[in-house]
């Protein structure tokens, strides 16, 4: 028996590499036209478009930045005229830099909430009369939010905007048939996470969940396949934990 596959257009914001990247390869292999955005170097978004489409599926590669009303607008334009209109928004898109509140500097203050709290606010705003009615939003917040852990107050405080958002909106979308939810993932192996720790930092964090393993992006990707596609169809307003059992 052959699966069903999901048909439409997927929008996944810093979709260059790790996480987004695996986002993006599901979605496509799911059935979705995919657009890959990214916020200034091209080289691995389009070589990621070009890999996908080696495999007979649409993929464009859409620079914006996030954090920038203007961009995001330019960027949901563009992808309506090359791809149809936006059936599934992911929004990935975001910084992790991590320092005690009181040694935190205002740049990295300010910086940190326009693309983490900014970015998802222009990209749900834009969708709101974008995304097709029965479409998916799904925007990523993050486990560190429930463990509470040193150093992550600023990042801490745009995934809990991240996650009241979700909340929301989804009521506010009555009507239009879209849900709206939230994966936050626990500590998963890309080079954003492994960079700048020891191995008996990532031994430690991998001896957190009860799982005993850090998470793999493909974790993270199937989360989200599973709210965008068919069976996902009844979770709305909803944070997914795809965490291990961490927390």
């Given at each position: 028996m052959t699966a069903v596959k999901n048909s439409g257009v997927a929008l996944v914001t810093g979709a260059s590499r790790g996480i987004g990247a695996t986002i993006a390869r599901r979605l496509a292999r799911d059935g979705f036209s995919v657009a890959l955005n990214y916020a200034s170097s091209s080289g691995e978004?389009?070589?990621?478009?070009?890999?996908?489409?080696?495999?007979?599926?649409?993929?464009?590669?859409?620079?914006?930045?996030?954090?920038?009303?203007?961009?995001?607008?330019?960027?949901?334009?563009?992808?309506?005229?090359?791809?149809g209109k936006v059936d599934v928004l992911v929004n990935n898109a975001g910084i992790l830099k991590t320092a005690p509140l009181a040694q935190t500097g205002d740049e990295l203050f300010a910086q940190t909430f326009a693309i983490n709290v900014g970015g998802v606010f222009n990209t749900l705003r834009e969708a709101a009369t974008r995304v097709n009615d029965g479409g998916r939003i799904i925007n990523l917040s993050s486990t560190t939010l429930a463990l509470n852990l040193p150093g992550y107050s600023i990042y801490n405080g745009t995934k809990a905007a991240v996650e009241a958002f979700t909340r929301?909106?989804?009521?506010?979308?009555?009507?239009?048939?879209?849900?709206?939810?939230?994966?936050?993932?626990?500590?998963?192996?890309?080079?954003?996470?492994?960079?700048?720790?020891?191995?008996?930092?990532?031994?430690?964090?991998?001896?957190?969940?009860?799982?005993?393993?850090?998470?793999?992006?493909?974790?993270?990707?199937?989360?989200?396949?599973?709210?965008?596609?068919?069976?996902?169809?009844?979770?709305?307003?909803?944070?997914?934990?795809?965490?291990?059992?961490?927390?």
């Amino acid at each position: 028996m052959t699966a069903v596959k999901n048909s439409g257009v997927a929008l996944v914001t810093g979709a260059s590499r790790g996480i987004g990247a695996t986002i993006a390869r599901r979605l496509a292999r799911d059935g979705f036209s995919v657009a890959l955005n990214y916020a200034s170097s091209s080289g691995e978004a389009d070589k990621l478009a070009a890999e996908l489409s080696q495999t007979g599926v649409k993929a464009i590669a859409v620079q914006g930045d996030v954090a920038k009303v203007d961009d995001v607008r330019r960027m949901f334009e563009t992808v309506e005229q090359q791809l149809g209109k936006v059936d599934v928004l992911v929004n990935n898109a975001g910084i992790l830099k991590t320092a005690p509140l009181a040694q935190t500097g205002d740049e990295l203050f300010a910086q940190t909430f326009a693309i983490n709290v900014g970015g998802v606010f222009n990209t749900l705003r834009e969708a709101a009369t974008r995304v097709n009615d029965g479409g998916r939003i799904i925007n990523l917040s993050s486990t560190t939010l429930a463990l509470n852990l040193p150093g992550y107050s600023i990042y801490n405080g745009t995934k809990a905007a991240v996650e009241a958002f979700t909340r929301v909106f989804a009521k506010e979308l009555r009507g239009r048939r879209i849900t709206v939810n939230c994966v936050a993932p626990g500590p998963v192996a890309t080079d954003l996470f492994l960079n700048g720790k020891t191995d008996e930092q990532i031994q430690q964090f991998s001896k957190m969940p009860p799982l005993e393993r850090l998470g793999q992006p493909d974790d993270i990707a199937n989360a989200v396949a599973f709210l965008a596609g068919p069976d996902g169809a009844w979770i709305n307003g909803q944070v997914l934990r795809a965490n291990g059992g961490i927390a």
